[in-house]
């Protein structure tokens, strides 16, 4: 089935003109049928836009015209990137019916390279949550397990590459939003370093901690999608101006005299007994690779959860200010201005957002600043030099991606525990460092994740580690059934 090839088989395919961007995309979106209706991932579908532009490109082969990387390998966007003239709802019912004028720098690229767009996936509303059940819409199954969630906020971009709906897709990661759903869904999720990879016409949630990322199904997919998106962007003013290297040259799966740090502060009380145990497999097999790995301590770690649960609402309470009803989006009826505000507001933003909305504004207020947001920034700050110390001596940082497999939809009711699904992942982006996620295993036949941690504009080296221990994990390639009580979606 053409669907279940990775990006790389699928391009070397279409250079050889073995199979043409219309059978290609017409194949994806026969998948998209056939399971949609039980994983939920998109939230907007593009299917004359993809079929049109399908046939565009194998006009140009035909031709002998010059075509893209990418060009004919259909891929799905997170509905928080802006997408000309295609609906971007943020899975919010305040933007239900906006439709962008303009690409994100990151849709831009992927268009130049030829890239097909199948749509817009599904998200924790303006990527506030951990489970993508905080959707205005309708909440994404995991392929694995219909009844589990597939992770958040990118739970849609996840769960389209784990279901075969698409080759790759991208979303964004503020807190562990690529690296937690890519574990739940036993994909590979690539957060790149803060500046590395354009925010421009990423709706923003947290300003200093966003960055889109790369969800595929190995990491040579992985490699090639950042060669595509991994540029400078002007229009972006924290986009950093250095050049993008060949990211396929990394992958020689040389590890030998490598140093690896394996902080003990992430396998805390209440991992998953059997996620532990996928881990020190996965770190025994770049042992015997010839990388050297030792326990270290990142100390201020444990207040990566407190720091971001500031910091994260104060700069999101910002953004969303611009969401009023009076320039975009939905509008509530009102007889004042200050009414148009609170209808709009309340009615067009769910809970969640509310709540961080509430909680940001409460700790920017004059009275608390210094005592929430100054504070947290200093948190920040030290655990940004935890990490410096430890990469003064050791290349990468290795951890689980979650403490645990994916959890029932609806499991997790309390906000505590449902924030505590990012203990592993946030420092990373308080740091601002690049970190990837990697299937290394199973926990009752739910995929688990080994998360590699990178030194800034590194993403060189966690690919190489990363594809090290995938050609020699020794673990099968599995497809997930679709599982569900009621029976399978897939034979």
């Known amino acids: ?3 279940q090839l990775t990006l790389a088989e699928i391009v070397d395919k279409l250079a050889k003109k073995e199979v043409s961007a219309r059978e290609v995309t017409e194949a994806a979106l026969a998948r998209i049928d056939e399971v ?24 140009k082969r ?18 928080n990137i802006c997408t000309k003239g295609v609906r971007t709802t943020c899975s919010s019912k305040l933007l239900n019916n906006f439709i962008p004028p303009y690409d994100a720098t990151v849709a831009e690229l992927l268009d130049e390279a030829g890239s097909i767009l199948l749509g817009k996936t599904n998200m924790d509303e303006f990527a506030m ?3 993508t059940e905080n959707s205005a819409f309708f909440t994404t199954c995991n392929p694995w397990d219909l009844e589990s969630v597939p992770g958040g906020s990118s739970g849609g971009s996840a769960a389209a590459v784990a279901a075969d709906e698409v080759f790759f897709a991208l979303g964004s990661d503020t807190a562990g939003s690529v690296r937690q759903p890519a574990a739940f869904c036993g994909v590979v999720g690539l957060k790149p370093t803060y500046g590395r990879i354009s925010r421009y016409g990423l709706i923003p949630f947290a300003s200093s901690l966003d960055q889109i990322g790369i969800f595929t199904k190995d ?3 992985c490699a090639l999608v950042m060669n595509v998106i991994a540029k400078h962007d002007p229009r972006d003013s924290t986009s950093v101006n250095q050049a993008t290297p060949d990211y396929i040259n990394f992958l020689d799966g040389n590890v030998k005299g490598l140093k690896i740090a394996i902080p003990k502060e992430y396998f805390v009380e209440g991992i998953n007994a059997e996620v532990k145990a996928n881990i020190h497999k996965a770190i025994a097999v770049l042992e015997s690779l010839g990388a050297v790995a030792e326990e270290i301590s990142l100390p201020h770690s444990e207040f990566g959860i407190p720091a971001y649960y500031v910091i994260a609402p104060a700069e999101a309470s910002s953004n969303l200010a611009r969401f ?19 209808n709009t507001r309340g009615a067009g933003f769910g809970p969640e957002v509310k709540r961080r909305i509430i909680l940001g504004t409460y700790a920017l207020s004059a009275e608390n600043y210094e005592a929430y947001y100054v504070k947290a920034q200093k948190v920040r700050t030290l655990i940004r030099e935890d990490f410096e110390k430890a990469f003064a001596k050791y290349d990468i940082i290795l951890t689980p991606t979650t403490l645990a497999p994916a959890f029932k939809q609806g499991a997790v009711k309390d906000l505590v525990s ?12 308080l740091a601002g460092l690049p970190a990837i996620s990697v299937p290394c295993g199973f ?29 020699n994990s020794g673990l099968p390639k599995r497809k997930p059934a679709l599982r569900a009580k009621g029976g399978t979606v897939d034979e």
């Open 1 to 3: 089935m053409l669907t």
């Open 36 to 59: 949609e209706d039980a994983v939920k991932a998109f939230v907007t579908q593009t299917r004359d836009a993809a079929l049109s532009k399908a046939a565009q490109i194998d006009a």
């Open 62 to 79: 035909l031709n002998g015209e010059e075509v893209g990387p990418l060009a004919g390998v259909p891929m799905a966007l997170k509905d």
């Open 129 to 131: 949550g951990s489970s």
């Open 219 to 221: 990491v040579r997919d």
């Open 324 to 342: 009023d009803g009076v320039q975009y989006g939905f509008q509530a009826e009102a007889d004042s201005l200050q009414e148009l505000y609170e």
């Open 418 to 429: 449902m924030y505590l699904n990012d203990i592993c992942t946030v420092p990373t982006n």
């Open 443 to 471: 926990v009752d036949g739910l995929p688990v994740g080994l998360q590699l941690i990178g030194k800034p504009f590194a993403e060189g080296t966690i690919l190489r580690v990363a594809y090290a221990y995938e050609q």
